[in-house]
């Protein structure tokens, strides 16, 4: 068979828009402004903001060097760049933990078109006892499955359309409409009367609420946040062009997720405080205090289906590079064509979506190692797969690639010297000290199974 020319993105403005949909998703809006609420506000992000500077950006960026210097999907990508070794398998592994995050993933996606569906009809009052309507929306076979499978047949859709004509132009939209409605729904949060306490919290330490824990929560979140450890990166790296600067682009991308972590805290809390309720309630915050909120605020209905819509579509840009990795690894090494790569990937989520989906109704008394099969989907892939699979990058970049090889695809493209002590620490980093501390994470995780 002739080989095809590979899909690429038709701009540098492609690949940090589709880097930064892949980051932005339910971690900032959903899982971040709980893990502040619950983790002593600004404290948190203080330790949150060393973790993603000194360890996530330096793995970021030796994802970026594999896939860029590869130009292959994440197996193929150690396949080529190490042949034959074992390390390929970290592409396996790779791809397996996408497999699993996207399988529960689709779960919360489903619920955000839920949620947006019922906000469209109106049908939530101030009458409404949330924490009811979201344990029957999660607990209903027919309701939780369906929408589940809805967005998954959504995601699916994107990435049949192709690199450039789905997931470019996808993220495009998406991702100006996210940052248009977020500074909205801000601006509308700070004439709120709970404004100054919300802020306060989100930007006053409280450090008797930090542990080892909190640490450790700090760089999961790194992780899942910026889309590190799954071979996400790595794959939209390889579609991304010489001529693009990978310091720029992780700068970048690492800039806007962490910037629109803070802005969703900066629209949750204010309207958290506003309504006399505690910003540690945790998961349900999105889902149960949110809508409660918006049902008893003036202009709440229009700002409900804005943020159920925003919610959806960091959702989507996220799944997007999930089903991607996977669908990309299929295309090159079993030689399917996209569509084909795409039915697979859509049969086998299917079955895995539909048991995490169940887990909340007519599965929810069926547990491996005390945990609901959508509990241990997440806990698996965000504590233990995507940091295993970062160690093994880090080790991959820092130990198997060679230095100038290192060296010259970070300084390649753009009109940036990069100065020669920021490339020396960086290595280092890369070489000694991220690899340890990512070790005592898995360590810890393991622990705690
Ligand atoms: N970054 C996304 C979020 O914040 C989740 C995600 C998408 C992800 N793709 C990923 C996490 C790849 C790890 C790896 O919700």
Known sequence: MAEK???????????????VGSAIGLGNLWRFPYLVGTNGGAAFIIIYLLCILFLCMPIMVCEFVIGRRSQANTFGAFKK?????????????AVIT????????????????????????????????????????????SENVFYTLLFLVCTAGVIVAGVKNGIERTNKYLMSAL???????????????????GLNFLFHPDFSKVTFRTVLSALGQGFLSLSIGCGAIITYASYANRKDNLLKT?????????????LAGMAILPAVF??????????????????????????????????????????LSSSISLMETVVAFLKEEYKKSRFGSMLIMLGITTVFAVFCALSF???????????????????????????????LVCLFAGWRIKKEHFYDEITSG???????WLLGTLRVFVRYIAPVIVAIIIVNSLIGL
Do not use: H
Not at 7 to 18: P, T, Y
Not at 179 to 187: D, E, G, K, S, T
Not at 250 to 262: E, G, K, Q, V, Y
């Open 250 to 262: 992780t700068t970048i991308t690492t800039l806007s997720d962490t910037m629109f972590a803070l």
């Open 98 to 141: 996408c497999v699993i995050l996207l399988s529960f993933y689709v779960v919360v996606g489903g619920w955000t078109i839920d949620y947006f569906i019922k906000s469209l009809r109106m049908v939530f009052t101030p009458e409404t006892d949330f924490a009811t309507e979201f344990n029957n929306m999660v607990s209903s076979t």
């Open 274 to 315: 506003s309504a006399g309720m505690d910003p540690s309630e945790g998961a349900g915050l999105a889902f149960i205090s949110l809508p409660y909120i918006f049902a008893n605020m003036s202009f709440g209905k229009v700002l409900s289906i804005i943020f159920y819509f925003i919610l959806f579509a960091a959702a």
């Open 81 to 93: 760049l190490a042949p034959g070794t074992g390390w390929k398998y970290t592409g396996t592994l």
């Open 414 to 420: 753009g009109k940036y010297k990069i100065p020669k």
């Open 179 to 197: 940052a248009a409605l977020i500074v909205f729904i801000v601006i509308y949060a700070m004439t709120l009367p709970g404004a100054k306490q």
């Open 361 to 391: 109704g007519v599965l929810s008394g069926f547990k491996i190692l005390g945990f609901t099969f959508f509990d241990l989907f997440d806990y698996v892939s965000s504590n233990i797969c995507l940091a295993t699979c970062a160690l």
């Open 5 to 19: 020319r590979r899909d690429s993105f038709k701009s540098n403005l492609g690949v940090i828009l589709a880097l």
